[in-house]
């Protein structure tokens, strides 16, 4: 499971300079580039589906409620 946030919008993965060599570090760009990261990641695990092996991202702040009401067999995206 990782954790995102909606800061992977405001900074996509710099390839070119993933560690600031390059450029200015900006802590805010860090934060969304690391969380752009995390995001790439669960995309690229898909290969290991077969091996059963998932990798999930969110951003908590979007979730829906209804993924925390433990009193329902509903699946969250259905009932979001």
């Given at each position: 499971m990782i954790v995102s946030s909606g800061a992977h919008r405001q900074a996509p993965f710099d390839f070119a300079d993933p560690h600031f060599e390059h450029r200015p570090y900006d802590a805010w760009t860090a934060y969304g580039q690391s969380?752009?990261?995390?995001?790439?990641?669960?995309?690229?695990?898909?290969?290991?589906?077969?091996?059963?092996?998932?990798?999930?991202a969110l951003t908590p702040a979007t979730s829906s409620p209804a993924c925390n009401d433990t009193s329902t067999t509903t699946p969250c995206a259905r009932s979001a």
């Open positions: 969380k752009s990261a995390g995001v790439l990641f669960a995309v690229g695990a898909r290969r290991w589906v077969g091996d059963g092996i998932t990798a999930n």
